[in-house]
């Protein structure tokens, strides 16, 4: 009864509302809107050639920002015996010259060497131009003394190397905190091995397991943390369980979380006070280690420092076409071409040496040696 009900109801509102619709509404015809042809479609027009020209000018420099990129993240191997021969073979630099086109770093100077030879090129034709007496006598010739840049050579000199060596220092740093942690990471996974012996219960060698995929992880994880793009997830996927894999991703910091996981299962090891002490004490290097690579990462050179550089480079490579045109004429073009790509290769190798951190990958081979010492068949992962 409901039902016959609710359905004439239903029926009898479609018809009325269709009978509604068609007495009262008249189908309305959609006129599409008029361009306007005043000041407003001129400058909408401007600012699409603008928008255009931007990101055609634009699109060489993200083209290397994104080969730099792309290269920063690759993983770079441990040198071998074989490696060693291989770099100090006397062929090297033929090997050097021909990768030269598939260099990030070389790549990325596309943009500043060409825009600087670029200036050069318009310099030159200027004042050609100008003394062929193609424009009227009032454009002069841009030309002046060389003896300024005389006295400030040796200051853009000190102030690339000083950077040079900084990012160094900065890059030698990262490298001693990574052999902390592996040092670390290796001495802790060996005091666990030793202090939970074979004669232990199912629940101590359970946890045993997983404490020491905990300490294998943490490496892991701060690499991830420090490097760009890292997908912690697929590193991390072999080495713990699921439900620890989403409380870690879930983290705000992922390193921090690992290491509370390892106090946790030390502490529910069945172990004297002493020993416990003794493998709490070996995360020290693990908490200092995370100290050192944030430190790296968000601290950079005084910026002062390094935007002084630049604009030093930048004017320096304006300016020269004028001061070599007496003595060199359209000789400036390539001179500024090589002085460009030479100096501005220093500026990028400094760039990139800070940012290096993610090419340390030892700390995988000393932590998969250490685990397979207590089970080959436990520990089968490999992230190389």
């Known amino acids: 009864m409901y039902q016959s009900m609710n359905l004439s109801v239903s029926s009898n509102f479609t018809q009325r509302s269709f009978l509604y619709q068609s007495r009262f509404h008249k189908p309305v015809h959609l006129k599409p809107p008029r361009v306007s042809s005043g000041p407003e479609s001129e400058v909408s027009v401007t600012k699409t050639l603008t928008g255009k020209l931007i990101s055609l000018l634009r699109s060489v420099p993200d083209w290397a ?3 730099k990129e792309r290269g920063m993240q690759q993983k770079r191997t441990l040198y071998t015996h074989e490696k060693w021969v291989e770099h100090r073979s006397s062929l090297r630099h033929v090997h050097h010259l021909f990768s030269s086109f598939s260099s990030r770093v070389i790549l990325s100077l596309i943009p500043p060497v060409f825009f600087f030879t670029s200036v050069a ?5 200027y004042n050609s131009a100008v003394a062929l007496d193609w424009l009227p006598s009032i454009f002069p010739i841009l030309r002046s003394s060389s003896l300024p840049y005389q006295l400030t050579a040796p200051a853009l000199a000190l102030l690339l190397v000083f950077r040079t060596e900084a990012s160094y ?11 902390g942690i592996i040092a670390g ?14 004669g232990s219960g199912d629940d101590e060698l359970i946890i ?20 760009y ?14 439900d620890d894999l989403s409380l870690i991703l879930e983290s705000k910091h992922r390193p921090r979380c690992v290491i509370e996981f390892i106090s946790q299962s ?25 100290g050192v690579c944030e430190q790296l990462m968000g601290i950079p050179i005084p910026l002062a420092y390094t935007r002084l550089t630049s604009r030093f480079l930048v004017f320096w490579h304006l300016t020269l076409p004028i001061i070599l045109w007496d003595e060199c004429h359209w000789i400036v073009v390539p001179a500024t071409f090589i002085s460009a790509a030479s100096l501005f290769c220093i500026e990028e190798v400094r760039n990139s040496l ?7 990958r030892l700390f995988y081979i000393f932590i998969s040696f250490c685990l397979k010492v207590e089970t080959v068949q436990l520990y089968r992962w490999v992230f190389l």
């Open 65 to 67: 920002d994104e080969i």
């Open 121 to 125: 090129i318009f310099i030159a034709s």
């Open 169 to 179: 220092s900065r890059y030698e740093e990262g490298r001693k905190a990574w052999v």
């Open 185 to 198: 990471t290796d001495d802790l996974a060996r005091q666990v091995i030793c202090s939970v012996d074979g």
């Open 208 to 227: 045993k397991d997983l404490l020491l995929r905990y300490v294998a992880a943490f490496p892991v994880a701060l690499k991830c943390h420090v490097t």
């Open 229 to 242: 793009g890292s997908d912690v997830a697929r590193d991390l996927r072999s080495l713990v369980e699921a």
């Open 266 to 290: 030390l502490r529910l090891l069945k172990l004297d006070d002493t020993k416990r002490d003794l493998l709490e004490s070996k995360m020290l290097h693990l908490h200092e280690g995370i």
């Open 354 to 360: 800070p940012s290096s951190l993610s090419q340390y």
